[in-house]
């Protein structure tokens, strides 16, 4: 597909969903750092234990999702 005049791009549908799910990787990686950090708020402003379960939760989803965000950009 020419989209300017000398300059041919070939877009494929392959190519829109492999940057899409990056896009929706780093997402879930920014919201699963948050949540640690909300995580982590819980306990010193809202005094509000949290227990080891949701901590040891919390931490496994960031770190999974990091290892995947880095094993689908990188690929």
Known sequence: ME???????????????GIMVKMLMLILLFLSI?????????DRVVNLPMGNTLKTLVWVFFVMTLILTTIVVIA
């Open 34 to 42: 948050i949540m640690v950090r909300q995580e982590a708020l819980m």
């Open 3 to 17: 989209i300017f005049p000398g300059i041919n791009i070939d877009i494929s549908l392959s190519l829109i969903v």
